[in-house]
C-alpha cells in the first residue's frame, strides 16, 4: 500500500504503534492527537476507565475530522488495579517486579465514530510474564523503551522476551485489536486492503 494514499480514517492518537497496526490492514490515517484527563474516576473499574477514555477520545477527535475517528485506550492490570505508564526507573522497577512470575490483563478499547454513529469495543488479553530479574529489569529501563509504556513493558519491542504466553489479541496488547478494529471499520464504511472492502 502506498503511503500517499489519502487518509480514510481521523486516529486521535498520536501513537505510533496503533499508526503502524491500522497501516498494516490498508487504513491511511489523519494524525489529530487529542489531550483529555486520564485519570480514573473514583471507583472506576479498569473496563469502564478505558472504555471512557477511547469513547472521550473518538468524540474529541471527531470535531477536529470530518472523516471517521478512532479513539483507543490500553491498560495493563494486576489484581484490579491500572498500571500506568512509569514514573521513573524505581516506578518501573516496581511495576515489572509485580508482573515477574504472574499473569495480568491487558485490556483495549476503541470507540469509532462516523456514519453508523459511536461504535464501541472492549478487549482482554491475559498475558503471563516469566520471573524477571533485577538485573534484567534494571537492563530494560536502560534500553529506553519501558519509559512511556502501560505497565512498563512493550511486547511488541524487547519485552517480549519476558511473556510466556498470551490469551487473547497480541495486537490489542501492542494497542489496537486488529480484528473487532476491522468489524468495526466495516460498519462505519471504512476500506480496508488498499481501498477495497473485505
Known sequence: MSATLSPVLCLASASPRRRELLFSIGVAVEIRPVDIDETPAPGEGA?????RLAREKALAGARLSSLPTLGSDTAVVR?????????GPEHAAAMLRSLSGREHRVLT?????GPAGLLEACVATRVAMREISDAEIAAYWASGEPADKAGGYAIQGRGAVFVEHIAGSHSAVVGLPLFETAALLRRQGVALWDGTLV
Open 47 to 51: 473496563e469502564a476507565y478505558v472504555a
Open 79 to 87: 489484581d484490579g488495579e491500572i498500571l500506568g505508564k512509569p514514573e
Open 109 to 113: 478499547a476503541l470507540a469509532v465514530t
